[in-house]
C-alpha cells in the first residue's frame, strides 16, 4: 500500500496526464456524432447565443456581396419559371409528379456558425427539430452542394459539408452521366475530388459535376462544380480535381431540401443491402 | 495569489478573443492555422506546481474547445503542452537559474531563450493537435507539413504578442 502511493506521488503528474489525454480523445472519439456528448452540449447553448452575435456582425460586413448573390439566384429562377410559362399546357401536366405535389420540401436557414480551416469541417443553422428538420436532410447554398445534417436539435442543426473528410456524395459528369463518388482531400476548401470514374471516358476541363440523386438526400442534378483538372492515375481510374461551386467561406443562406419518400425508399432497399 | 489569478484571467480572456476572432479566421492555402493562446501556458510562473499546470492547460484548451467545435482536441493538445513544460523549463534553465517568482516571459530571459522555449512547446502542441484532428496515420507527411508550418506561424504570433506586451510595459 505505502508503495502504490508512493507511486502516485511520483508518478502524479504522468497519472494526471494520461487521464486527461484519455478524457480528451473519448471527446474527439465520440465526436463523430458529437452531438451526443452531454457534457457540451448543455454549454454549447451559451457558445451559440455568442456564435448567433459573431455571425449578425460578421454578415453586416458581407451584406453587400450577400445581396448580389441573392440577386443572381433570383434571376436564374427567374428565367427557369419563364422556361414553365411558356409551355403549353399539357405539357405542364405530362411533367408533373404522379403523387401531384413535388417529393421535396426546401426550408431555408441561415448559417450561425461555420469552419473551413479543419480537416473535419462542420457548419451550423438556425433550423432544428422544431422546423420539422432532422438529420439525413441535405442541404444546398444559392451556388450548389453544401452538405447533409448529420445532427439536429430543436432549434439547430449540425450540417457535414462537402469540406469534411469523411463526407462522400453520389455525383455524375452532367455530359456524359458518368458517376462517381465526390469526397474532399481536406487539402483546399474550393477544390473536390471525383473518384471512379472510368479512363476511357472522355473529360474536358470545365465539365460540369451534378448530383445523381441515387442517395435519397440528394435530388438530382444539383450543381456540385466544375472539372478544373484531370490525370490518368496509375488506376483504371482518373483522378479528378473539382472546382466546387459552393463558396464555403461565405456560406450564409442555405437551404435544407427534405425528401417525403426518403424513409419509405430507404426501407425497401435495407432489404437488398 | 489573488492578484495573480485575476492577471492570468485577463490575459487569457485577451488571448482567447485574438484566438477566436482573428486567428481562427486565417488559413493559408489549408496548411496553416495560427494558435495564439498556447502563450498562456507558456507565461504561467515558473514555479507553478506541474499537476496544476497540466490542469490550467487542459481547460484553457476545452474552452476554445467549445467555440471552435471542436471537442477535446485543443484540450488534448494544451494538456500535452503542459505536461513538457516542466521538462522544457528545467532542460533549458539559464546558467543562474530562473528569477524567483517570476514569468517564463522574452521580457525577462530574452529573445534566444524565449524563442528556443516557445519553439519547443508549441512544436509539442502542434504534433497532438494536428494528429488528434486527423486522428490516423494516414497522410502522415501532409499532417507533418502542417504541424511544421503552422508551429512557424504561430511562434511568429507568439513572439509578435511577446514584443508588444514589452513595448507596452516601458
Known amino acids: ?38 457534457v457540451l452540449k448543455s454549454v454549447r447553448k451559451a457558445t451559440i447565443a455568442w456564435e448567433g452575435i459573431v455571425t449578425d456582425v460578421r454578415n453586416y460586413f458581407r451584406i453587400r456581396k450577400i445581396n448580389e448573390d441573392l440577386q443572381a439566384e433570383n434571376t436564374t429562377l427567374k428565367n427557369i419559371l419563364l422556361k414553365y410559362k411558356n409551355l403549353p399546357d399539357s405539357v405542364l401536366f405530362l411533367i408533373t409528379d404522379t403523387a401531384s405535389e413535388s417529393i421535396y420540401e426546401f426550408y431555408p436557414a441561415t448559417v450561425v456558425n461555420n469552419s473551413v480551416n479543419r480537416q473535419k469541417n462542420y457548419f451550423t443553422i438556425n433550423r432544428g427539430k422544431k422546423h420539422g428538420v432532422d438529420v439525413n436532410m441535405a442541404v444546398v447554398s444559392p451556388w450548389g452542394v453544401a452538405g447533409i445534417i448529420v445532427a439536429s436539435s430543436d432549434n439547430f442543426s449540425v450540417v457535414m459539408p462537402v469540406i469534411n473528410i469523411d463526407f462522400k456524395l453520389s455525383s455524375k459528369i452532367k455530359s456524359n452521366d458518368y458517376f462517381g463518388s465526390l469526397t474532399w482531400d481536406g487539402r483546399n476548401c474550393n477544390y473536390a475530388l471525383l473518384n471512379d470514374i472510368p479512363q476511357h471516358v472522355t473529360l474536358n476541363t470545365g465539365d460540369t459535376v451534378v448530383t445523381t440523386g441515387y442517395s435519397s438526400i440528394f435530388p438530382g442534378n444539383i450543381m456540385v462544380g466544375i472539372i478544373s483538372e484531370f490525370e490518368k492515375s496509375g488506376s483504371d481510374f482518373y483522378r479528378i480535381r473539382v472546382r466546387l461551386a459552393t463558396e464555403f467561406r461565405r456560406l450564409t443562406y442555405v437551404n435544407i431540401i427534405k425528401n417525403r419518400n426518403r424513409a419509405e425508399q430507404v426501407i425497401l432497399e435495407r432489404g437488398f443491402q | 495569489m489573488i492578484n495573480r489569478i485575476i492577471r492570468y484571467t485577463g490575459i487569457y480572456v485577451i488571448l482567447m478573443l485574438l484566438q477566436i476572432f ?61 505536461f513538457i513544460r516542466p521538462y522544457i523549463l528545467r532542460a533549458i534553465s539559464p546558467r543562474d537559474g530562473y528569477k524567483p517568482d517570476s514569468e517564463p516571459s522574452m521580457i525577462i530571459y530574452g529573445f534566444r531563450w524565449f524563442l528556443v522555449y516557445s519553439l519547443a512547446i508549441v512544436t509539442v502542441h502542434h504534433l497532438l493537435l494536428f494528429y488528434l484532428e486527423v486522428f490516423s496515420l494516414a497522410g502522415f507527411l501532409r499532417t507533418f507539413l502542417r504541424v511544421i508550418l503552422s508551429t512557424v506561424f504561430s511562434v511568429t504570433f507568439i513572439i509578435l504578442a511577446e514584443y508588444f506586451r514589452g513595448v507596452v510595459r516601458k
Open chain 1, 1 to 38: 500500500m505505502r508503495n502504490l502511493l508512493q507511486i502516485l506521488a511520483k508518478y502524479h503528474r504522468l497519472i494526471l496526464f494520461i487521464l486527461l489525454e484519455g478524457v480528451a480523445i473519448s471527446l474527439i472519439v465520440n465526436s463523430n456524432n458529437y452531438h451526443n456528448t452531454q
Open chain 2, 22 to 82: 482573428v486567428l481562427n479566421n486565417i488559413q493559408f492555402s489549408g496548411y496553416v492555422n495560427p494558435y495564439i493562446y498556447i502563450l498562456f501556458i507558456l507565461l504561467l510562473p515558473v514555479e507553478t506546481a506541474g499537476w496544476i499546470v497540466l490542469i490550467v492547460s487542459f481547460f484553457a484548451g476545452l474552452i476554445l474547445d467549445l467555440f471552435t467545435n471542436t471537442p477535446g482536441m485543443h484540450a488534448g493538445a494544451s494538456a500535452g503542452a503542459g
